[in-house]
């Protein structure tokens, strides 16, 4: 069953129109602005409303910022710039990184390709590691390691405790999704994106639209804007408050809540004079795990188990070995009837492209 609305505070920024109302702070476009600082410290009838915000942000939008969340600016900027310098080393120190595939830990990868949901060439650079349960780094830029073990487990811990008042705002107990997809073992990669500049970006984007297959993601770019998450059946792009980080639902949250909370659809455009960098952290479930819908959920839920369960590896390799974007990889394991929209484009040319 579903938890009762809060009432809505009508968001400052949008006095008419737009979006209208939202729960609790927004940002521009009335992006839901989530207080870590209160969801964490305050007390206990703030930290209720601050759940219940979390709660109403991943229902509505799958998408929120996130402010007072503890991770230093400083170490934010040190990522961008060990990233920086990766991208820029002579390709021969890179060459196993580009070689790799899909399941190797470390990757570098260069995409243009063609995507015809969003009719345009795709054109991105990534670096790709696997930080948990095993942390993998490339050995250059020397400093890289240090800066992305820091990173890693300040976001993973982050993440973590958002999984908890998310799992609470679903009227589970705070650990229950933890315990489910056995976060203690999470699957945790970082990704660096790079999209160079593209004057007359005109049919050209950074990356087409597609739900990350994880649990939680999070997001902060280098100052350009280009995400696009897709709210209300517009692409609206985010703009983050300064200070903030950006967090995306993944697609085995979608599994967990029964459907309830949706992966966010997003993409990425680019920039026609500025190089645009994001760096993602991604947080799923542990490999082994299966994941299927929490049976509370299910069991309260009119229609039923919405999702099979599948364990999360298979779930990877599924998504990223067939030719598919937007969410069709949810299809996999989609209970046959339901009504849910499903937004698959079986004929699709595009890559699998989400952060994996
Ligand atoms: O660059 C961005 O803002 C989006 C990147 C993204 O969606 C991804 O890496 O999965
Ligand atoms: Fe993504």
């Known amino acids: 069953h579903k938890m009762p609305t809060p009432s809505h505070r009508h968001c400052p920024n949008h006095p008419k129109g737009g979006h209208g109302d939202c729960a609790g702070a927004c940002g521009g476009d009335g992006i839901p602005v989530i207080d870590l600082g209160v969801l964490l410290n305050g007390n206990a009838e703030q930290r209720s409303q601050a759940t219940r915000e979390l709660g109403q942000a991943c229902e509505d939008w ?12 400083a170490l934010q900027e040190e990522v961008m710039e060990a990233c920086k310098e990766l991208y820029s080393l002579p390709r021969d120190e890179k060459a ?6 899909p399941k190797d830990p470390i990757r570098i990868g260069t995409g243009l390709f063609y995507s015809d949901v969003d009719d345009a060439i795709c054109r991105r650079d990534y670096m790709k590691m696997i930080a ?12 890289l ?3 992305a073990v820091e990173y890693s487990a300040r976001t993973r811990q982050l993440l973590l405790e958002l999984a908890k008042a998310i799992s609470e705002s679903l009227g589970l107990d705070r650990g229950r999704i933890s315990e489910v997809l056995n976060l203690e073992s999470c699957f945790q990669i970082l990704v660096g994106n790079n999209y160079p500049p593209y004057a007359g970006s005109d049919g050209v984007m950074g990356i087409s639209a597609h739900s990350d297959h994880g649990l939680l993601t999070l997001l902060f770019q280098n100052g350009v804007d280009g995400l696009q998450v897709m709210h209300n059946g517009q692409w609206v792009t985010a703009k983050p ?31 026609g004079g500025q190089t645009r960098m994001s760096f993602v952290s991604l ?3 542990c490999l082994d795990a299966v994941v299927e819908p929490v049976l509370e959920l299910a069991q309260n839920d009119p229609q039923g188990m919405k999702f099979r369960g599948i364990r999360y590896r298979d779930y990877m390799e599924h998504q990223q070995s067939s030719k598919m974007n937007t969410k069709a990889a949810l299809d996999i394991v989609r209970v046959q009837g339901d009504i849910l929209t499903c937004e698959s484009t079986p004929n699709s040319s595009t890559e699998a492209d989400s952060s994996d």
């Open 283 to 285: 947080v799923g479930p």
């Open 96 to 101: 196993d990184y580009i070689a790799a595939g």
């Open 62 to 73: 799958g998408f929120f910022m996130v402010i007072n969340h503890g991770v230093p600016e």
């Open 145 to 147: 390691r240090d800066i």
């Open 132 to 143: 948990h349960p095993e942390f993998h780094c490339p050995a250059k830029p020397a400093k």
């Open 241 to 271: 408050l300064p200070g903030s980080l950006f967090i995306l639902t993944g697609d085995q949250l979608e599994i967990v809540s029964n459907g309830r909370y949706k992966a966010v659809l997003h993409r990425a455009l680019v920039h």
